[in-house]
Nanobody, 122 residues
Framework: QVQLVETGGGLVQPGGSLNLSCVAY????????TSWYRQAPGKQRDLVAT???????DYASFAKGRFTISKDNTKNTMSLQMSNLKPEDTAVYYC????????????????WGQGTQVTVSS
């Protein structure tokens, strides 16, 4: 009914930049909050950044000053601009929406995208 699709991952050299996008498809009326998470091999999934429907943002300590989360409500799109990337940023990046209201007046919870791989290496 609703699908999150991430794009924009890839291979980048240390110090480089990437812009990840997450588009929500489906019968959507409102997305209340969206977040980016990441998971490196053998490690737990960590929260990277969050943006509320009102535009308030919050970042993990490792993301502050280097990553910027933004959204376009009209396009149901969320982005994560990453700069000054480091090898330790290598991970699969996922977008997540904890709650989505559909146009059918129903709610969907904990929606995840399929992830996009980010590799930072020289």
């Amino acid at each position: 009914q609703v699908q999150l699709v991430e794009t924009g991952g890839g291979l980048v050299q240390p110090g480089g930049s990437l812009n990840l996008s997450c588009v929500a498809y489906g019968n959507i009326y409102n997305i209340y909050k969206t977040s980016w998470y990441r998971q490196a091999p053998g490690k737990q999934r960590d929260l990277v950044a969050t943006i509320t429907s009102g535009g308030s943002t919050d970042y993990a300590s490792f993301a502050k000053g280097r990553f910027t989360i933004s959204k376009d409500n009209t396009k149901n799109t969320m982005s994560l601009q990453m700069s000054n990337l480091k090898p330790e940023d290598t991970a699969v990046y996922y977008c997540n929406a904890p709650r989505i209201m559909t146009k059918s007046d129903t709610y969907l919870y904990d929606i995840w995208g399929q992830g996009t791989q980010v590799t930072v290496s020289s």
